[in-house]
């Protein structure tokens, strides 16, 4: 493990004003996302998609990393040049999701665990002759009555830091999520307690893999309210709950947060990342306060897009657009 390589990359990945790109949608996710504009999900029509969206021209002023599908980080753009080389010449890094989804967890079926720890280290040691440079690895944790239970934030933190130490060990940035679903009428304050007891036991299981704490990164839902709540909290009282939940358990030494989008509206997340960047420093908080967007910043080139060639141009300015405003959110100047 090269650790001043992997503090670098992650350094990278948070850069002011930089975030990174969610473009790793598994083949399920990508053809429902297709079905909304009617287009069918063919490897040419996925590779023309997500080629418009990398070779947007300036676009590198604001997404510093995307994370790519097994299937992209393998695959040439249309003048034959890899996508990994289509997006290392403009100076962003490639990374690679490498969990292999969700399945029930055993004794707790209304509960998720992550597959995908067997056989990683090979498929590690792959992606990075494939061109990498960090991973990302999704655990998922669902807020009900009875939910989520000690068991099954075990069970994927332990997976997560599992993951974590063998990205390291092949040389790669890990960025961690533990993504807690927006799905529920739940307050902001029980989303604060389900944030903190995640991320306590995270940590921990990070701590005993001996995962470098410099040379990763968190991707972290916000605290919010559950999407169905009444008088769901504003950008303020977002930031205000997420800061002070980081500030109980999320270590100095980790460079940065990349915060999921999670299904929030595209106006109301960048205004919650805002409202954090502007009241970061007041707060003493020690991480930089990014992003790992995919659906806030592909939703509106996606419709521009529509499938067509004749498109492309219309569909990459809405994306520059996008990475544009969230920028200027990711610098608090939102």
């Known amino acids: 493990m090269d650790k001043q390589r992997l503090v670098q990359t992650a350094q990278a990945l948070v850069a002011k004003g930089k975030g ?17 504009i009617n287009v069918e999900s063919t490897e040419e029509n996925r590779r023309n998609y997500r080629e418009m969206l990398f070779r947007t021209a300036g676009v590198n002023e604001f997404i510093s990393g ?17 996508m990994v080389k289509v997006l290392s010449d403009q100076g962003i890094i490639p990374g690679i999701k490498v969990d292999k989804g969700t399945i029930p967890l055993p004794e707790s079926p209304d509960e998720l665990v992550t597959e995908g720890l067997d056989g990683l280290r090979d498929r590690l040691k792959e992606y990075v002759e494939l061109g990498a440079g960090f991973t990302k690895w999704r655990a998922v944790i669902s807020i009900s009555d009875s939910t989520p239970s000690q068991y099954c934030i075990a069970a994927n933190a332990h997976s997560l830091a599992r993951f974590a130490a063998l990205s390291q060990e092949a040389g790669l940035v890990p960025i961690v999520e533990p993504e807690i679903l927006r799905d ?9 307690e389900v944030t903190e007891e995640t991320l306590r036991e995270v940590f921990d299981q990070l701590a005993q893999q001996k995962v470098d704490l410099e040379g990763m990164l968190l ?14 909290a504003g950008p303020d009282e977002v930031a205000d709950r997420t800061i002070g939940a980081f500030k109980r358990v999320l270590p100095a030494s980790v460079p940065g947060v990349v915060f999921l989008s999670g299904g ?8 919650n990342l805002n409202s954090m960047n502007q009241k970061a420093d007041a707060a003493g908080a020690p991480w930089e306060l990014s992003f790992s967007f995919g659906r806030s910043l592909q939703g509106a080139p996606l419709a521009a897009w529509a499938g067509k060639v004749e498109n492309t141009e219309a569909a990459a300015l809405a994306f ?4 544009s405003l969230t920028g200027a959110a990711r610098r608090g100047q939102g």
């Open 20 to 36: 990174i790109l969610a473009a790793d949608e598994s083949s399920g996710t990508i053809k429902r996302r297709f079905d909304t």
């Open 219 to 232: 991707k972290p839902s916000m605290v919010i309210s559950g999407g169905a709540a009444a008088n769901r």
């Open 66 to 82: 995307v994370i790519l599908f097994d299937e992209t980080i393998r695959q040439d753009a249309a003048d034959g040049s890899s």
């Open 320 to 323: 520059y657009n996008r990475a």
């Open 184 to 192: 529920g009428d739940h307050d902001i304050d029980r989303c604060f």
């Open 264 to 271: 929030e509206p595209d106006d109301s997340v960048t205004a």
